[in-house]
T-cell receptor
Framework: AQSVTQPDIHITVSEGASLELRCNYS??????LFWYVQSPGQGLQLLLK??????LVQGIKGFEAEFKRSQSSFNLRKPSVHWSDAAEYFC??????????????FGQGTILTVHP | KAGVTQTPRYLIKTRGQQVTLSCSPI?????VSWYQQTPGQGLQFLFE???????NKGNFPGRFSGRQFSNSRSEMNVSTLELGDSALYLC?????????????FGEGSRLTVL
């Protein structure tokens, strides 16, 4: 079945440490890929997106993600986490390449806690 | 440029009542989508509107409906509320097909059904 999986429900890191959040997808072809972040009580903000081309994508707030076709993964990374990065992170896919008419499929989310 | 605006931000209803939520998209965005977010089910797509027409619909009962006005503002309505309808309802806007599927979300309307 087509799906998006975020294996880690909750991750805790220390401020200044590096971060990697995992995302795996199961689709016949590589879909459009997105990472969104949701701070408590807020809506979702797009961090970055991958359509094609360079497999390392740079986003806002110092985040980057690497697309690996062989592993069907699109993992989000940040070299040094700040306390303000504490939030919930969602991986999302659009399997219809921009023609899904608003319907993205989201993973279950990963909650990031940052210790001082 | 102003972002996506949703009203009201919080509301409490009782079972059996109905509720209407409003969404104003980013200026120039003509596509408006609605999502329901709950701890158990995560983010689930409700429907999408473009030029006052529903183009896509998720797997929700007919109690959930929506509409879009000529100025692209959208409303969604839930009739005969059930306890399980308690959720954060998120509206998102986008330019349209060809814009890469990127959605811009509002802060949501948190509905509590008692």
């Amino acid at each position: 079945a087509q799906s998006v999986t975020q294996p880690d429900i909750h991750i805790t890191v220390s401020e200044g440490a590096s971060l990697e959040l995992r995302c795996n997808y199961s689709y016949g072809a590589t879909p459009y890929l997105f990472w969104y972040v949701q701070s408590p009580g807020q809506g979702l903000q797009l961090l970055l997106k991958y359509f094609s081309g360079d497999t390392l994508v740079q986003g806002i707030k110092g985040f980057e993600a690497e697309f690996k076709r062989s592993q069907s993964s699109f993992n989000l990374r940040k070299p040094s986490v700040h306390w303000s990065d504490a939030a919930e992170y969602f991986c999302a896919v659009d399997p219809l390449y921009g023609t899904s008419y608003g319907k993205l499929t989201f993973g279950q989310g990963t909650i990031l806690t940052v210790h001082p | 440029k102003a972002g996506v605006t949703q009203t009201p931000r919080y509301l409490i209803k009782t079972r059996g009542q109905q509720v209407t939520l409003s969404c104003s998209p980013i200026s120039g965005h003509r596509s408006v989508s609605w999502y329901q977010q709950t701890p158990g089910q995560g983010l689930q797509f409700l429907f999408e509107y473009f030029s006052e027409t529903q183009r896509n619909k998720g797997n929700f009962p007919g109690r959930f409906s929506g509409r879009q006005f000529s100025n692209s503002r959208s409303e969604m309505n839930v009739s005969t509320l059930e306890l399980g309808d308690s959720a954060l309802y998120l509206c998102a806007s986008s330019l349209d097909v060809g814009s890469g599927g990127e959605l811009f979300f509002g802060e949501g309307s948190r509905l509590t059904v008692l």
